[in-house]
């Protein structure tokens, strides 16, 4: 068991160690539906979901694997779980907002893909957490995901506005820009202690 305090599992995965901007985690859908502030805003919503579920799931399937000597199933079991629930987002926006499912196109599928999800349920087995703290660390995560999303993407609308050189234009700026933002993000590494 860990002993981590819940406000420093939180802040941690927010800002510290953020998936995006400190693991590198999720790039592609970082990369892809950060163009607008409205888009990003929703996909982080299904992103973070996503995430509480998944590592909730993956607690409960990591107890069952411990109490039957069969952790060499963890792997499997929690991409199984995080490709059901991707499922179940999937559905529901296509049925309550279409225009949403259209804009995010195939980035919401390939949450599926997303290896921030796989890494919080990986990272939170390895960690020892118990459940409320595996929660923790999964919402903190699924923030600090949308927050990079969305400074992403309000970066990148400012940019449209600018004159830039066209050899800088569209995904030459935008890695430029997510390396930047990176680094400025680094400068959170002493918070934690």
């Given amino acids: 068991m860990n002993n981590d305090s819940l406000s420093t599992i939180f802040i941690n995965a927010v800002i510290i160690n953020n998936f995006v901007l400190s693991y590198f985690l999720g790039i592609c859908p970082f990369l892809g539906v950060s163009g607008k502030v409205s888009t990003a805003s929703r996909m982080g919503v299904a992103v973070t979901f996503v995430m509480l579920v998944s590592s909730a799931c993956a607690y409960a399937i990591n107890s069952i694997l411990d109490a039957f000597q069969a952790q060499y199933l963890q792997l499997i079991a929690y991409i199984v779980v995080i490709a059901a629930t991707v499922q179940l987002v999937e559905m529901f926006i296509k049925k309550t907002s279409p225009a949403l499912f259209r804009s995010l196109g195939i980035f919401l599928p390939l949450i599926t893909t997303n290896c921030a999800i796989l890494a919080v349920a990986l990272f939170q087995t390895n960690r020892q957490y118990d459940f409320i703290q595996s929660l923790v660390f999964a919402f903190g995560g699924g923030l600090g995901f949308t927050l990079a999303l969305i400074i992403m993407s309000g970066l990148r609308e400012e940019l449209e506005l600018a004159k830039v050189p066209n050899l800088m ?22 918070l934690g202690g």
């Fill in 169 to 190: 234009e569209g995904a030459a700026l935008t890695l430029i820009v997510g390396g930047i933002l990176s680094m400025s993000f680094m400068g959170f590494a002493g």
